[in-house]
């Protein structure tokens, strides 16, 4: 069967064949298997944001908001370790996200102690402007409360958003041109841009998710 990147299946120690080779990727997928407990799309997922904020957001503690196992997080310090550390901020945090961290800990024992999980709500937490804001699929208005959060401390942000609500999101009027998903995202660049923001946008690669709209923003005035 066609290994399919969408899907929620768990990736355990039989799909560790399926990245067979040295690179970077491959190398982190084998760890996520070891540590059988990350949906195959989230690791695709977490990966193809990771390396995408990376290439234009350098330095900065991390914040991934929504953050769940909090695999973007530790990418983000592998792709980058001048980043001192990482916070991983949800509502619930996974049984299973210490685990995970464990593993990657042994591959990348320069992580040890520079990930760190927090059950709370993401509209208390506090954002200085050197910091990183990331979040994969905060669902609804979730991504909302993470771009006013980036906005009001001024950071760096970086969203890929999910479960768009046409009756609670705003589609800033742009609903009766494009479906409200879209409109909804552009609506959320205008945010942006209105708040003195640099705005990039960004698909991540196709097959993953549907949901493939990435949102990198950067602050151009205080």
């Given at each position: 069967?066609?290994?399919?990147l969408?899907s929620r299946?768990?990736?355990g120690?039989r799909?560790a064949?399926?990245?067979?080779s040295?690179s970077?990727?491959?190398?982190?997928?084998r760890?996520?298997?070891e540590?059988d407990?990350l949906?195959?799309?989230?690791?695709y997922?977490?990966?193809?944001?990771a390396?995408?904020v990376?290439?234009?957001?350098?330095g900065?503690r991390?914040?991934?908001l929504?953050g769940?196992?909090?695999?973007?997080a530790?990418?983000?310090?592998v792709?980058?370790?001048?980043?001192?550390?990482?916070r991983?901020?949800?509502?619930?945090?996974?049984k299973?996200a210490?685990?995970?961290?464990s593993?990657?800990v042994a591959?990348?024992?320069?992580?040890e102690?520079?990930?760190?999980?927090?059950?709370?709500d993401?509209?208390?937490?506090?954002?200085v402007?050197?910091?990183?804001?990331?979040?994969?699929?905060?669902?609804?208005?979730?991504t909302?409360?993470?771009?006013?959060r980036?906005?009001?401390?001024?950071?760096r942000?970086?969203?890929?958003?999910?479960?768009?609500?046409?009756r609670?999101?705003?589609?800033?009027?742009l609903?009766?041109?494009?479906?409200s998903?879209?409109?909804?995202?552009a609506?959320?660049?205008?945010v942006?841009?209105?708040?003195?923001?640099?705005?990039?946008?960004?698909?991540i690669?196709?097959?993953?998710t549907?949901r493939?709209r990435?949102?990198?923003?950067?602050?151009?005035?205080?």
């Open positions: 069967m066609p290994w399919d969408s299946a768990r990736l120690p799909s064949a399926h990245f067979p040295d970077l990727f491959d190398r982190i997928g760890v996520v298997c540590a407990c949906p195959r799309k989230e690791l997922e977490s990966w193809e944001v390396r995408r990376r290439r234009r957001f350098r900065g991390v914040l991934d929504a769940g196992h909090g695999l973007l530790f990418l983000c310090l792709l980058d370790d001048t980043s001192p550390c990482a991983v901020i949800d509502r619930r945090i996974p299973s210490g685990k995970l961290g593993h990657l591959a990348w024992p320069r992580l102690g520079r990930v760190t999980f927090e059950e709370g993401l509209a208390n937490v506090t954002i402007p050197d910091d990183l804001v990331v979040s994969v699929h905060a669902c609804g208005d979730l909302d409360i993470v771009l006013a980036a906005i009001r401390g001024r950071s942000v970086a969203v890929l958003p999910c479960c768009h609500d046409a609670r999101n705003d589609q800033g009027s609903g009766g041109w494009m479906d998903a879209l409109a909804i995202d609506t959320r660049v205008g942006l841009r209105v708040a003195g923001y640099r705005v990039t946008t960004h698909t690669a196709p097959g993953i549907e493939s990435l949102i990198l923003a950067e602050p151009t005035r205080s």
